[in-house]
């Protein structure tokens, strides 16, 4: 059974740093799709960052590009989130996603992922 659990979440105030951490058990994602989605309440799950870990390649939301780093740790099958330079607009609840033989295209779409974490939530305030 694959289970993804999250950690990391927290309040912070703008212009500060979070890392969040995703760790896989059940599955080795070495070869497939890790990445982070992040929900407010009404809104839609939105993409925020994923690696598509077998080639390293890695692919940010426009929103969080130069300000979030997404890393992968092979021997701990563990997906970081650097988040710096935060901003009220990045509170929500961040959900670490999982997936197998995802297309490039299909990366930045939250129904391609099977495998989803608990959530934790992000709170960006002064």
């Known amino acids: 059974q694959v289970q993804l659990g999250e950690s990391g979440g927290g309040s912070v105030q703008p212009g500060g740093s979070l890392r969040l951490s995703c760790a896989a058990s059940?599955?080795?994602?070495?070869?497939?799709?890790m990445g982070w989605f992040r929900q407010v309440p009404g809104k839609e799950r939105e993409f925020v960052a994923t690696?598509?870990?077998?080639?390293?390649?890695?692919y940010y939301a426009d929103s969080v590009k130069g300000r979030f780093t997404i890393s992968r740790d092979d021997a701990t099958n563990t997906v970081y989130l650097q988040m710096n330079s935060l901003k009220p607009e990045d509170s929500a609840v961040y959900y670490c996603?999982?997936?197998?033989?995802?297309?490039?295209?299909?990366?930045?779409?939250?129904?391609?992922?099977?495998?989803w974490g608990q959530g934790t939530q992000v709170t960006v305030s002064s």
């Open positions: 996603a999982a997936g197998m033989g995802l297309i490039t295209s299909s990366l930045r779409i939250a129904s391609a992922y099977d495998y």
């Open positions: 059940g599955r080795n994602f070495k070869r497939g799709a």
């Open positions: 690696g598509k870990w077998s080639g390293g390649h890695v």
